[in-house]
């Protein structure tokens, strides 16, 4: 049976993913310090570690279990706490992600799947869509440091022969987001119209975003898991989607119009990001399968039942 290992799995992606290889009969382990995460979320047919990635008890825990597979989510993910605070979005995403990586090498695993991230490696760009060929120049700590843990993959692949896919997903949504500490305007915007309280839309909404449903990003995680590819690719839907779509697409599901109000534009935040998915649809066969009318109204149900339960 396949063994893995699922960094940050009791998070928002993270379990999702862990429920998924479940089902799909995957002997999975959880590796997370719960920060962010949160206890419920953890499936109780995995194993579970509560533990820091910079810790030094990962160690004995790759000793024992020999795991095939690394899917490495657990990240410092704030972009604020990261321009805020540098050296600890260094000391987790990077140094952190190393103590991960330099285990799975050293204990035989076949593969590392890691999340690093679509809109912030980039930056500020013109191509759009944003195709992997673009030279990433990240804006922010947090970008830099995901870019640099890819470096540090490409080389533990290139003298040591650990494969290696690093996935740039785009701005995943869906539920379990909000509740999970792991923000993003689609699942805030749904918990204020539940909850019955104002959205603050920043500037004047025209600002644009690719939207990605988190199950659509479990699946090619696991095309990416069979993929004999080694490197980086995006996972977007190649459309832009301003924060006034989102206004829309959520009234359309609730039936009702939002309580809402403009407030002042976020500063340096960028006006524009998409991402082009060819290269996912190439190489893994993957293409994003839920529209953002389908994956608001599931979400919207998810936030629901919370209110209700």
Same mark, same amino acid.
């Given at each position: ?11 928002? %992606? ?7 290889? /479940?089902?799909?009969? &995957?002997? @999975?382990?959880? +590796? !997370?310090?719960? *920060? ?107 970008? %830099? ?7 540090? /993959?490409?080389?533990? &692949?290139? @003298?040591?022969? +650990? !494969?290696?896919? *690093? ?46 449903y988190v199950d659509d990003l479990v699946d090619a995680f ?61 190489? /893994? ?25």
């Amino acid at each position: 049976m396949t063994r893995s290992l699922v960094t940050g799995g009791a998070g928002f %992606i993270g379990s999702t993913l862990v429920d998924r290889l /479940l089902r799909e009969g &995957h002997e @999975v382990s959880i +590796l !997370d310090d719960l *920060s962010t995460g949160k206890q419920e979320y953890v499936n109780s047919q995995a194993g579970f570690y509560n533990l820091d990635i910079r810790s030094e008890q990962i160690a004995p825990v790759f000793e024992q279990e020999q795991f095939d597979y690394v899917f490495h989510l657990a990240a410092q993910i704030d972009v604020r706490i990261s321009v805020d605070k540098p050296q600890i979005d260094n000391d987790i995403n990077v140094f952190g992600g190393l103590n991960v990586l330099d285990n799975a090498y050293r204990n035989g695993v076949k593969k590392f799947i890691f999340v690093s991230t679509g809109g912030a490696v980039y930056g500020d760009v013109e191509d759009i869509p944003t195709t992997e060929d673009v030279i990433p120049r990240p804006i922010s700590p947090y970008g %830099i440091h995901k870019l640099t843990f890819e470096k540090y /993959l490409n080389y533990y &692949h290139k @003298v040591y022969g +650990l !494969d290696y896919i *690093s996935l740039r997903p785009a701005n995943i949504y869906g539920p379990r987001q909000y509740k999970g500490g792991e923000t993003g305007v689609i699942s805030v915007f749904i918990d204020k119209a539940v909850q019955k309280e104002q959205c603050i839309i920043n500037g004047d909404g025209e600002q644009t975003r690719d939207f990605v449903y988190v199950d659509d990003l479990v699946d090619a995680f696991l095309k990416a898991r069979v993929s004999d590819h080694v490197g980086e690719i995006n996972i977007g839907t190649g459309r832009e989607t301003s924060v006034l779509d989102v206004v829309k697409a959520i009234e359309k599901a609730t039936g009702e119009v939002l309580n809402k109000k403009h407030g002042p534009a976020l500063p340096g935040e960028q006006k524009r990001s998409c991402l082009s998915y060819d290269r996912a649809q190439k190489i /893994l066969g993957w293409q994003p399968r839920t529209d953002l009318y389908q994956g608001v109204a599931q979400t919207l149900q998810w936030s629901r039942s919370l209110k209700n339960g």
